[in-house]
């Protein structure tokens, strides 16, 4: 049976169809995705939460007076990207309670799939950002630059590059 499509990131979410060896409707296939789509969500949105809360109680202790402008520069960028990745994060379940019973559940499995993409990519940054921070202020030494590119580059293995490298290995078409 062939079964539409309609989650997945980049160019996978444009497919019209495509067998995927289940026996599902498109009515299950965009439930299952969706129940997927939030068992990740959960994830990110605990690490996005814990690092906002933390970001925001910054300014209430007595030393943030102290910091370099560099620093609270560096700070309120990091609220800002973890208030945007936060949006995006949370964002899927607002989308889903807004078009809930109106039948475009694939529709919103594609949209849902799309903000957690970006949500992850904004907390990407929101770490590195807060990384960056949080050891200027701590070492005050020369190379924290270099150790906060090499926590991105890890990040950017784990969170997008290999999970690339097993889709394109080992997706058959």
């Not at 439930?31 to 690092?51: H, M, P, Y």
């Not at 921070?133 to 020369?142: E, Q």
């Not at 926590?151 to 058959?172: A, E, I, N």
């Amino acid at each position: 049976m062939t079964n539409t499509v309609t989650a997945g990131a980049g160019a996978d979410e444009e497919r019209d169809a495509v067998e995927d060896g289940r026996d599902e409707t498109e009515a299950e296939q965009a439930d299952r995705k969706w129940v997927e789509l939030l068992q990740e969500i959960r994830v990110a949105q605990t690490g996005v939460q814990i690092l906002f809360g933390f970001l925001l109680t910054v300014v209430f202790q007595p030393t943030y007076g102290r910091l370099e402008d560099v620093d609270r520069a560096i700070h309120i960028v990091t609220v800002v990207l973890g208030a945007l990745a936060t949006g995006a994060l949370i964002g899927p379940v607002s989308l889903h309670r807004i078009v809930a019973g109106r039948r475009v559940k694939h529709k919103a499995v594609v949209w849902a799939s799309r903000m957690t993409f970006v949500g992850l990519v904004l907390l990407l940054v929101t770490m590195a950002a807060a990384l960056l921070l949080v050891l200027r202020v701590a070492t005050h030494n020369a190379y924290v630059p270099y150790l906060v590119s090499g926590v991105v580059l890890w990040y950017l293995v784990c969170w997008f590059l290999l999970p690339l490298w097993v889709r394109h290995r080992h997706t058959t078409t």
